[in-house]
């Protein structure tokens, strides 16, 4: 008696299709990949849902520094005042501009998706600021960030390019 995977190869191999997949392979190998990438860009839908989007505001500013308590949990804050986004990502804080690199629009956070997405050319980045898709050439830009006991202080005088600062745009964030 044959199992239904040599039924399957037989029948590729009668249709002239020799080392063919099934329709059920196929697809099965597909949500696989689909799953990792999604592991790869670090956020689940689940995980996304849970995100808190909330508005702040600066506890401290001196000159162009900004002072932030830490957020306690994942997720995004905005601070609309400055145009400064905050967000907290497995163990890691970042602070981004708020305008999209591509035409300076203001970007938005898309709860049910977990990233940033620019409403006007549709750009799509990860809560790390990578770029995914869309219009825009670059990463999201990031503010130097430095940990001071229980805050975040944002440097305005210091935004980074991924394309043109690599080695400080991968370094602007903080570790909690």
Known sequence: ???RFEVSSASAEASGCGGCRSRR?????????????????????RQARAWTLTETAPAASQGDTLTYPIPAADGVSIDY??????????????????????????LK???DDGRFQCPRHDSKYTPEGVFMSGRATRNMDRFAI??????????????????????E????FVRV
């Open 146 to 167: 430095r940990r001071d006991g229980g805050n975040v202080v944002v440097d305005l005088d210091k935004l980074w390019r991924s394309d043109e600062n690599t080695a």
């Open 25 to 45: 392979q196929f697809l099965g190998e597909s949500v696989s990949i689909v799953a990792a990438f999604a592991a790869a860009m670090g956020v689940s839908a």
């Open 81 to 106: 005042g400055n145009q400064v986004i905050l967000v907290r990502w497995q163990g890691d804080v970042f602070a981004f501009n708020l305008a999209c690199p591509h035409e300076n629009t203001a």
């Open 109 to 111: 956070w898309r709860q």
């Open 169 to 172: 745009w991968n370094a602007a």
């Open 1 to 3: 008696m044959r199992n």
